[in-house]
């Protein structure tokens, strides 16, 4: 059985911080409620000029340099990403130019903040068919772009950032004792629109919008769709809660990510949290915990890690993979 190993992973934040205290002399917030309420002390913005491909860029060649690829050994680009620096041509092509790749494919997969775990199961896919060796995934957004900087209901919550890996194929047994990716589980229901969304695009107002949120509602619906498609992912792999050795999950809201870890039983030291320093970065999110947890030692070769996400669609998803 071919299996997509995770061979390079890498992470890029844009340089400019901006502070709870930042937001409270912009809108009617405050530092307390934002930590209270969110966990997040900081994020981080894209500086002016600075597009989702620039962001992207500097996390896929940290990638690929961790993998030890050259670009041309790459058959695919995968880039999640809902803020690409243009309606069109994808973000994915732009970093296939800039890393100088000639050959292979690239386009981008939208699914907000669920997109790095949808990339994950169109890459994983392209492997396991055969119908691709090397695949570069990343995760990239500008989402301070699309904020409504009136609106202290959603300003407060989201930054910038990007992160990559390179999956390779490799042999394995089938079993979950194998490296590389066990399995992805992806949902979404589409008649939950209105709860998350942008009031603007190409065809219908021609314009980019602002994000729209019922956060409330989000954060109901959170808690119990994540939970429901880690169990799907773990009674796939027949795994156990137990076995999990790390839970990185997509970085909204401490509170979902203790409320998620608590329903499912999983200990307070297995989770990865960026949330205070990153705050909501969407497709990047799941990408830029993974990378902070490898590159300081957490995430070890062996290691069973657990990924999620959830986000505007309603989309939401697992994945299992041994690192
Ligand atoms: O990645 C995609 C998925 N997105 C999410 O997962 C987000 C999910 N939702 C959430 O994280 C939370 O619902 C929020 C953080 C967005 C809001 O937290 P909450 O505990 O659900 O607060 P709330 O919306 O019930 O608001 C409570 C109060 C309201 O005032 P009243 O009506 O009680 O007087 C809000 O107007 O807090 C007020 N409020 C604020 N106060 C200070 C809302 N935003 C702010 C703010 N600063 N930034």
Not at 176 to 188: A, I, P, Q
Not at 257 to 269: A, N, Q, R, V
Request: glycine share 12%; aromatic share 6%; proline share 2%.
């Amino acid at each position: 059985m071919i299996r997509s190993h995770v061979i390079g992973c890498g992470a890029y934040l844009p340089k400019a911080v901006l502070t709870n205290h930042d937001l409270a002399k912009r809108v009617d917030t405050s530092d307390d409620w934002i930590v209270a309420r969110t966990g997040i002390r900081e994020r981080r913005v894209a500086g002016p000029g600075e597009k989702t491909s620039d962001l992207a860029f500097e996390a896929a060649h940290a990638a690929l340099a961790g993998a030890g690829l050259a670009a041309d050994d790459l058959d695919l680009v995968v880039c999640a990403t809902t803020t690409p620096d243009e309606t069109f041509p994808s973000v994915a092509t732009k970093i296939q130019m800039r890393l100088g790749m000639t050959r292979g494919a690239a386009f981008d997969v939208q699914a907000v903040c669920s997109g790095f775990i949808y990339g994950l199961a169109v890459a994983d896919n392209f492997i396991r068919c055969g119908q691709a060796r090397t695949v570069l995934l990343i995760g990239a957004e500008c989402m301070t772009r699309l904020l409504d900087w009136n609106d202290r209901t959603t300003c407060v919550l989201f930054g910038d950032g990007a992160g990559a890996v390179v999956l390779k194929a490799a042999k394995g047994s089938g079993g979950n004792e194998d490296r590389g990716v066990l399995n992805t589980k992806l949902f979404s229901d589409g008649r939950l629109h209105d709860m998350l969304y942008v009031d603007g695009g190409p065809s219908s107002t021609q314009t980019t919008g602002h994000l729209r949120m019922h956060g409330k509602e989000v954060f109901r619906h959170a808690v119990t769709n994540i939970a429901a498609s880690i169990v799907a992912s773990l009674d796939h792999a027949g795994l156990r809660v137990a076995d999990i050795d790390w839970f990185v999950p997509h970085q909204a809201n401490q509170r979902i990510l203790d409320g998620t870890s608590k329903k499912l039983g999983i200990p307070h030291e297995k989770v990865v949290s960026t949330v205070a320093l990153h705050g909501n970065t969407s497709a990047a999110s799941v990408p830029l915990a993974l990378a902070t947890a490898v590159g300081d030692g957490r995430i070890k070769r062996g290691d069973l890690v657990l990924l999620e996400a959830m986000g505007g669609g309603i989309t939401w998803g697992a994945a299992l993979l041994r690192w």
